[in-house]
């Protein structure tokens, strides 16, 4: 299995719901992402686990709540959300740093409006 | 913090023509990663190829190489060739310590 599952492929919710983002790998992949995606704009960097653990956080508002449940599953909570919110939830794996050349695999992402 | 630069917002190439992209990026480390991804409508994000800092030798896959300058922290991509498959956002990246950051991107159109 060499893919990143990202479910759902889209999502509408409205400002007051909570929702969450999944995404699956089963490669072995140790580090896993979440990146956020704009209209003709480049994948921004949200959040990285190594190993289970957060790694890094780019200071993203609290309404986004990730989780990494185990080696093989990334979540990303939504609460309380807004309008400007709305983008491509862009899912990725690959390899920890210790690991070797770190070659990201991509999902095909989670569209999510946001009403 | 790192930055990466593609200058190009859109380019266009005929069918079977050679094409340039062009990538600069800043850092102060020695140790990293270099990457082209591209992003066609579908949206998937594709691996087109990768470079280690480390390795001197420009990387090759198939029609695609990478013109790889250190010291001018440069690293263009050729495309030859070029399929009308091969238009999508074409997105330089580089990658220090679990860290994947992207350029703006280029958009590539190839011209039957």
């Known amino acids: 299995d060499t893919e990143v599952t990202q479910t759902p492929k889209h999502l509408v919710m409205g400002m007051t719901n909570k929702k969450s983002l999944k995404c699956e790998q089963h490669?072995?992949?140790?580090?896993m992402y979440w990146y956020k995606q704009k209209a003709k704009k480049p994948p921004e960097l949200m959040f990285v686990?190594?190993?289970?653990?957060?790694?890094i956080n780019e200071s993203v508002p609290s309404r986004f709540s990730p989780e990494c449940p185990n080696s093989s599953l990334l979540n990303l909570h939504l609460h309380a959300l807004q309008p400007e919110d709305s983008a491509l939830y862009l899912c990725?794996?690959?390899?920890?740093?210790?690991?070797?050349?770190?070659?990201?695999?991509f999902g095909a992402g989670s569209r999510l409006t946001v009403l | 913090a790192q930055t990466v630069t593609q200058s190009q917002p859109e380019m266009s190439v005929q069918e079977a023509e050679t094409v340039t992209l062009s990538c600069t990026y800043d850092?102060?480390?020695?140790?990293?990663?270099l990457f082209w991804y591209k992003q066609p409508p579908s949206r998937q994000m594709i691996l087109v190829i990768r470079q280690e800092a480390y390795k001197q030798q420009n990387a090759t896959e198939n029609r695609f190489s990478v013109n790889f300058q250190k010291a001018a922290k440069s690293f263009s991509l050729k495309i030859s060739d070029s399929q009308l498959g091969d238009t999508a956002m074409y997105f330089c990246?580089?990658?220090?310590?679990?860290?994947?950051?992207f350029g703006a991107g280029t958009r590539l159109t190839v011209k039957p």
């Open positions: 990725a794996s690959g390899l920890a740093e210790s690991s070797g050349a770190n070659v990201l695999t």
């Open positions: 850092t102060s480390e020695s140790n990293y990663y």
């Open positions: 490669m072995g992949h140790r580090a």
């Open positions: 686990y190594s190993y289970e653990k957060l790694s």
């Open positions: 990246a580089f990658m220090n310590h679990n860290d994947m950051r």
